[in-house]
């Protein structure tokens, strides 16, 4: 085909309007020519015969009348063996090859192969004649853990048939492992790898189910007041500080799932550095291997192109979507997704289109919306279940949470994990708001115990409001015992220390033994002849129990631990009587 | 390729129109006035219309002025020449020194690539027990000050600057006050730290543009030092200031505004100066102090708002001292578990209980019984106050430690602290 060229008209910024005199494609990539380089746009509005494109680098320098190249292609990411433990940036640049290429700083213009040269060995499903869909499994090679399926590619239709396939065979990621006739009777190679436009949910699948299987995060607070399903979506909105990143650092490490996508977007690079660094060093209780096998970083730090920041969630979800087509279980967390609706705003405004709330665009919850849409459990064509699971941090503009990125999502997720900038002054981590969270998904705890331990945290916060009125000497002993009930439920089970190794994860096995023992202490009455010894009473199986959390599950120390608690509480409690 | 044009066809603001063809984006031309020269900087091209900001402002310019372009976008000399001396934003001299033109830098080169960053692990010392003590700063951190106008945010920039154990200081002022300007360099020269100095001066009373160049030509600067191996602190004084010049600039512009009539992108201009912040792996680093005024006290003000969402943490100075609640260094622990084994328990401890003493003071002023324990938390409260948080107290790190540990057994006994056993035995002030 002859390659369409155009020519810059105007710059505005990050945005260039191009004039050619041929067919456009909306959200279609180009290449301008500057000198020796090429810069990677995307058409975001097409006027008469103009583009108005996103440049995904920087455009000081260029000019009016530089040649700009079509690529008949929708912006698109490789999919195939050896994307994991890479570390890409939002256009799948691979940082550390790229760190190798041009040093400390990125280069403009320079765009590596995502999947390296790696032989990978081939072992073959299917045989020829079989009859195949797009997403059904052809094959498969190894990859760290898992096995990598080699699939159909996800465009193709309707019923394929295997006219040539591999043997076992060692292969480079381009090249030939089978051939396929569609209905038509047209021949279609397929390789290692495929590419897929990023902005294009994968749809090669059987059905999309209802999330109802609860993802153990290990974090308490979560599963068991307001927990995540497998194939949900949740977010976690936060005033700077309050510990969103940390809260989704500790999901990444800990999170019962197979694999894990984050998207850096708009993040401080001292804090990704952090992930980029330890990571690989870390090792994944569940697999005992580096945390990184199982792990694919989308880096966009807050000072990268801010184009490349708007796509960059969409090269993470597909990227996820991939690994749900091969029967696995995938979270993605995205930092922040307010960066990116930002990111959406800029280019609004360079568009100089009518701007909505907050002058955000109009557009910016159907975006929000189709992002997190993108989640699911889903039943594939083999009848194997994947999923992907979107947990997205939210930062409020002022820490006020009707803002229009907040609103939008709220109305799109199950699970809403409001941080407050009260609980992280308090240094009660995570600063997760108990009084304002809440999850429509069903957890593994018992649903009656689960409404009665939100009622206990409910009536201890009222009691407290109006200690702050009358003070503590107007308040009755029962009302005094609600709110240090409640304080004390918040202490020793809301609460988690992430600097402490064995408190930072709890697993659902003793999530459910401990809530459990806590539920009954929430709701026995006690011999407390006063206040000051209610305190005293409280305070004293407060610090036992913390001490217990940092003991290891049914260790001795465990044991010895439960048994003085116990006693402790043996010696106050009233027997109910019947 | 250096033609000259003459058709200005628009002056608005500080933005200029004129026709031209070849252009690049962001390139700098110089315009000849009848008063002098001006440089100024392409921001859109459309066609043949080129806008450009006059960086010394477009009074005084006639649509007959020569404008001239460049080729180039912006640069700056560097290198050792540059200690010592003061330039305004264009990177023209302020002082009796010669114009440098050698060893020219771009301004704005492209963000650093994460993976050849390090993880942050070198304190810097201040001698400000409410910084070394709770909220330890870091080599390559980025930290501005949270503040309203009056509070002595300057005071506390010169004194961690002159105190800091760092190679070169570069300060950056953008809209300051003629009498701040004095203050640093007065401040400087006395504590011998000019001849490691480079000033960046935009004072309130010149032309806003040239506010907008300071953070880049001094960050410029800053990152060529560092990649030399110097370690580098970067003062920037008022980044307020900067975005309010930002706005000034693409209202002119007639951008479609954001929130409170600041561009779209306040996130992404702020951003790309303060993630220049760095620690290169192998070479040197750039440590970033920025003042943030606060207009209203109001952290929630788009400002303050989006300098806190892309810097690691926060110095909130209230009432003349730093605020422990406000106050955030987030990376401190990778420090701080280096220093001495008490650190990070007096960290804790002390703060935990000046909340306790914050809430003894709501509860005295409402009118409530105090207690003896809440007699006991006011007691420490004062102490605290006194001795530890006032930005007058000047010790090292060890000596704030030991302090603490003072006040602590003046008010409290150990059981009271809910400090570990261990740690008591060890550090607890023994009885005389």
């Known amino acids: 085909m002859n390659k369409r060229i155009g020519h810059i008209a105007e710059i505005n910024a990050n945005m260039v309007t191009v004039k050619l005199d041929d067919f456009v494609i909306q959200n279609e990539v180009a290449y301008i020519l500057h000198g020796e380089q090429r810069l990677k746009a995307e058409v975001i509005r097409v006027r008469a015969n103009c583009a108005q494109m996103q440049v995904f680098e920087s455009t000081t320098g260029l000019k009016v009348g530089e040649q700009v190249e079509f690529s008949n292609e929708l912006l698109s990411v490789e999919l195939g063996p050896g994307l994991l433990g890479q570390i890409f940036d939002g256009l799948q640049n691979p940082l550390p090859a790229l760190a190798k290429q041009c040093g400390f700083f990125l280069k403009r213009g320079v765009y590596l192969e995502a999947l390296t040269e790696t032989e990978w060995e081939f072992t073959p499903l299917v045989e020829t004649g079989a009859k195949v869909l797009a997403g059904s499994k052809l094959g498969f090679v190894p990859e760290k853990v898992f096995k990598h399926y080699i699939m159909v590619p996800f465009g193709l239709k309707g019923v394929l048939e295997v006219v040539e396939i591999s043997s076992r065979l060692t292969r480079k990621i381009h090249e030939r492992i089978a051939v396929l006739k569609d209905q038509s009777g047209k021949l279609h190679d397929v390789f290692l790898k495929q590419s897929w436009p990023v902005k294009v949910p994968i749809q090669a699948y059987a059905e999309k189910l209802q999330p109802s299987q609860p993802l153990v995060t290990k974090m308490r607070l979560i599963d068991s007041l307001f927990p995540v399903a497998r194939g949900g979506t949740y977010c976690i909105p936060g005033p700077f500080g309050a510990g969103k990143t940390v809260l989704q650092q500790l999901t990444s490490r800990h999170a019962e799932v197979d694999i894990v996508i984050i998207a850096a977007c708009g993040e401080r690079a001292g804090e990704v550095v952090e992930t980029l660094k330890t990571f690989p060093e870390l090792i994944d209780p569940r697999t005992n291997k580096p945390l990184i096998d199982r792990t694919v970083i989308i880096c966009n730090t807050s000072s990268m192109p801010v184009s490349a920041r708007e796509s960059s969630v969409y090269t993470a979800v597909t990227l996820a979507e991939y690994y749900r087509q091969m029967g696995l279980s995938v979270l993605l967390l995205a930092d922040s997704t307010s960066r990116w609706a930002q990111a959406m705003r800029e280019m609004s405004g360079r568009l100089e289109e009518i701007p909505g709330e907050e002058a955000f665009p109009a557009y910016l919850e159907s975006r ?8 699911g459990l889903v039943r594939l064509h083999d009848g194997t279940f994947g999923s992907v699971t979107i947990g997205g941090a939210v930062s409020p503009a002022g820490g006020n949470f009707e803002e229009p990125v907040t609103q939008a999502t709220l109305k799109v997720v199950g699970a809403f994990h409001g941080l407050s900038r009260q609980r992280s002054d308090g240094r009660r981590y995570p600063a997760i708001d108990p009084l304002i969270s809440w999850s429509k998904y069903k957890g593994f705890i018992d649903d009656e115990k689960e409404n009665s331990a939100h009622e206990a945290l409910r009536r201890s916060h009222e009691i407290a409001q109006m200690m702050k009125v009358i003070g503590e000497e107007g308040t009755s002993l029962k009302d005094y015992i609600g709110y240090l009930k409640g304080e004390f439920f918040d202490s020793v089970y809301l609460q988690q220390n992430a600097f402490d190794a064995v408190d930072e994860a709890t697993s659902k096995e003793r999530q459910l033994y401990i809530f459990d023992f806590i539920h009954d202490i929430l709701f026995a009455d006690f011999k407390l002849e006063n206040k000051e010894n209610a305190l005293h009473f409280f305070q004293k199986i407060g610090q036992l129990f913390r001490t217990w959390n940092s003991s290891l599950w049914n260790s001795a120390e465990f044991e010895r631990i439960e048994e003085e608690i116990a006693i402790l509480l043996e010696e106050k409690r009233i027997p109910i009587e019947k | 390729m250096q033609k000259v044009y003459t058709n200005i066809i628009q002056i608005a603001g500080d933005v200029i129109t004129v026709e031209a063809e070849g252009v690049g984006y962001n390139d700098i031309a110089q315009i000849t006035l009848r008063s002098g020269t001006s440089l100024a900087q392409v921001i859109r091209i459309n066609g043949k219309r080129v806008s450009l900001q006059v960086f010394a402002g477009s009074r005084g310019i006639s649509t007959g002025d020569k404008v001239r372009f460049l080729g180039h976008s912006m640069r700056v000399a560097t290198g050792d020449n540059l200690l010592g001396r003061i330039f305004n934003g264009s990177g023209i001299p302020l002082d009796r020194g010669p114009e440098l033109s050698e060893n020219l830098v771009d301004i704005g080169a492209p963000p650093v690539n994460p993976v050849k960053r390090i993880i942050p692990n070198k304190m810097i010392r201040t001698g400000i027990p409410m910084v070394d003590v709770f909220n330890s700063l870091v080599e390559s951190q980025k930290l501005p000050i949270f503040s309203i106008a009056g509070e002595p945010y300057n005071e506390l920039l010169a004194r961690i600057a002159i105190q800091a154990e760092i190679d070169i200081i570069i300060l950056g002022g953008m809209g300051l006050k003629y009498d701040d300007y004095l203050f640093f ?84 201009q702020l951003a790309s100066r303060y993630e220049k912040a760095v620690d290169f792996d192998t070479a040197g680093s750039i440590t970033i102090l920025a003042a943030t005024t606060m207009p209203g006290d109001d952290v929630t003000h788009p400002v303050p708002d989006n300098t806190g969402y892309i810097t690691e943490g926060q110095f909130y ?22 220093t001495r084994a008490d650190h990070r328990t007096i960290m804790d401890t002390m703060i935990q209980l000046f909340a306790s003493y914050r809430e003894a003071l709501e509860k005295q002023s409402m009118g409530f019984q105090m207690s003896a324990w809440d007699n006991k938390l006011l007691k420490y ?16 790190l060890e000596k704030a430690l030991d302090l603490g540990w003072q006040i602590l057994s003046d008010c409290f006994v150990p059981e009271e602290t809910g400090i570990k056993l261990s740690i008591i035995e060890q550090f607890w002030p023994k009885k005389q």
């Open chain 2, 317 to 338: 100075l209230k009432g003349g001292v730093i605020e422990p609640f406000g106050s955030l260094s987030r990376l401190k622990q990778q420090v701080n578990g280096k």
């Open chain 1, 368 to 375: 929000i919306a189709s992002f997190y849409e993108r989640a």
């Open chain 2, 381 to 396: 409260g004062l102490l605290f106050e006194k001795n530890m948080m006032s930005l007058k107290v000047n010790i090292p």
């Open chain 2, 185 to 268: 360099k007065n401040t400087l020269e006395q504590h011998g730290a000019l001849s490691r100095s480079i000033f960046f001066m935009h004072t309130a009373s010149d032309p806003v543009v040239e506010c907008l160049l300071v953070p880049d030509i001094a960050l410029a600067v800053a990152e060529d030092f560092a990649l030399k191996g110097k370690r580098v602190l970067v003062l920037l004084s008022d980044m307020t200031n900067f975005a309010d010049a930002l706005k000034e600039i693409s209202i002119t512009m007639e951008q479609v505004p954001s929130n409170r009539g600041y561009p779209g992108d306040l996130y992404s």
